[in-house]
T-cell receptor
Framework: DAKTTQPTSMDCAEGRAANLPCNHS???????VYWYRQIHSQGPQYIIH???NNETNEMASLIITEDRKSSTLILPHATLRDTAVYYC?????????????FGPGTRLSVLP | DAMVIQNPRYQVTQFGKPVTLSCSQT?????MYWYQQKSSQAPKLLFH???????NEADTPDNFQSRRPNTSFCFLDIRSPGLGDAAMYLC????????????FGPGTRLTVT
């Protein structure tokens, strides 16, 4: 079973910040939070990941609450090309590294 | 700069006729994954290779097999495709370790007639 819950869908106006929430209340201490997105008919694309601290890269920012039970992905200036399904994944660890369990994700529609 | 390549992008096979999907990578990653994604659903992990060690997910049907002859290539064999196996099949790679992300290919869309 997926260990995260996300809204089914969200809309965002072009040029505005898109804030995508994710709940992961059963996260373990050594589990990371990953965000991927999937544009229609393409493979998923890595966005960002974090363990405890907030993270930022050229694509997005990741805000993780102090208790680590939830996080928010922020796309600071959404464009039409950011329309995609966004997956929040808590990494289930095995002996070899990472097995991703994808939840249903959030379908983000960026509107002109 | 293609990093994870999947061929073909679209594959049509007949009910019960074996089919092989291929994946290659230029990243020299030691872990390779196969996911199945049905329409309007999230990707579902079928199995993965850590180097040559094969790891099957518990609920992956026996109809699905995989081969990894070397670091760069990995194959998904469906021995007797059923109509329910029509899906997008995604290959991904990663390095081992705590936090390395997975790199996905564009996928192969399989149609079963």
């Amino acid at each position: 079973d997926a260990k995260t819950t996300q809204p089914t869908s969200m809309d965002c106006a072009e040029g505005r910040a898109a804030n995508l929430p994710c709940n992961h209340s059963t996260i373990s201490g050594n589990e990371y939070v990953y965000w991927y997105r999937q544009i229609h008919s393409q493979g998923p694309q890595y966005i960002i990941h974090g363990l405890k601290n907030n993270e930022t890269n050229e694509m997005a920012s990741l805000i993780i609450t102090e208790d680590r039970k939830s996080s928010t992905l922020i796309l600071p200036h959404a464009t039409l090309r950011d329309t995609a399904v966004y997956y929040c994944i808590v990494r289930v660890r095995d002996n070899y590294g990472q097995n991703f369990v994808f939840g249903p994700g959030t379908r983000l529609s960026v509107l002109p | 700069d293609a990093m994870v390549i999947q061929n073909p992008r679209y594959q049509v096979t007949q009910f019960g006729k074996p089919v092989t999907l291929s994946c290659s990578q230029t990243l020299n990653h030691n872990v390779m994954y196969w996911y199945q994604q049905k329409s309007s659903q999230a990707p579902k992990l079928l199995f993965h290779y850590y180097d040559k060690d094969f790891n099957n997910e518990a609920d992956t049907p026996d109809n699905f097999q995989s081969r990894r002859p070397n670091t760069s290539f990995c194959f998904l064999d469906i021995r007797s495709p059923g109509l329910g196996d029509a899906a997008m099949y995604l290959c991904a790679t990663s390095r081992t370790g705590d936090a390395y992300e997975q790199y996905f290919g564009p996928g192969t869309r399989l149609t079963v007639t």
